[in-house]
């Protein structure tokens, strides 16, 4: 906690000031392609107490394709219906998001930032505290997203999953890049490494496409402990 793993992805999303560096997204500035990035937040960011269905919630996805006044059409209600149904959530469109358990939350804000249908995406701990259901469906629909040319850059904790699910990884400590030891994050070194070093990782899942991103990349001359 507090290695800089969610003001990173909060940085690239264009939600957070810049100050020093620069950001670059498909060889643009945050704020010219903003469209093509999809955020998702940590579930203990959203107000569940709000009164909205899960139709409704997953339908805020579209806004960025509508602008202010425009209202959403056949089109984009289409997609909204897509998305629930990837995440097996469309029996719960017409619940309050206030009576979903933890893992259909999940699935409800990643429908929301599916329907964005966005070019990269960036999402900040989908599998944390999730049921076994919920993560196998997700883990499916991160497939299918690579599979369709996307790029996804997850913020976790879990360092057991890297070698299996993930192509590359950035790993942050106080807020700069580290890098482990040979061999940390295979078989028993995960958990000695992590208890010693207590590092944050921020894994990034390429696709067909690169992510260019301009930053500094200069390293800590002390133990990342």
């Known amino acids: 906690n507090g290695a800089?793993?969610?003001?990173?992805?909060?940085?690239?999303?264009g939600l957070l000031p810049l100050h020093q560096g620069t950001i670059s997204l498909f060889g643009h500035s945050v704020g010219v392609c903003r469209h093509r990035?999809?955020?998702l937040a940590q579930r203990s960011e959203v107000d569940w107490r709000f009164p909205m269905t899960v139709r409704r919630l997953v339908g805020t996805g579209r806004y960025v394709h509508l602008g202010w006044f425009k209202r959403p059409g056949a089109a984009d209600r289409q997609i909204v219906e897509q998305v629930m149904a990837q995440l097996q959530i469309d029996h719960l469109?017409?619940?309050?998001?206030?009576?979903?358990?933890?893992?259909?939350?999940?699935r409800t804000l990643l429908a929301r930032t599916l329907a964005q249908e966005a070019d990269l995406l960036l999402l900040d701990?989908?599998?944390?505290?999730v049921d076994v259901a919920t993560r196998a469906i997700v883990s499916q629909v991160l497939d299918a997203l690579k599979t369709?040319?996307?790029?996804?850059?997850?913020?976790?904790?879990?360092?057991?999953?890297?070698?299996?699910?993930f192509d590359g990884a950035l790993y942050l400590c106080e807020g700069r890049e580290v890098q482990p030891p040979p061999g940390?994050?295979?078989?028993?070194?995960?958990?000695?490494?992590a208890v010693e070093s207590r590092p944050v990782v921020a894994e990034l899942v390429e696709a067909t496409s690169h992510l260019p991103l301009t930053t500094s990349h200069q390293q800590p001359t002390t133990n990342p402990a």
């Open 184 to 193: 940390s994050f295979t078989g028993v070194h995960v958990g000695e490494w």
């Open 125 to 129: 701990e989908p599998l944390n505290a």
């Open 93 to 106: 469109a017409d619940r309050q998001i206030g009576q979903l358990s933890g893992g259909q939350q999940q």
């Open 37 to 39: 990035v999809a955020y």
């Open 148 to 165: 369709q040319g996307k790029t996804v850059l997850i913020a976790t904790h879990d360092l057991g999953r890297l070698e299996q699910e």
């Open 4 to 13: 800089g793993k969610s003001t990173l992805l909060k940085l690239i999303a």
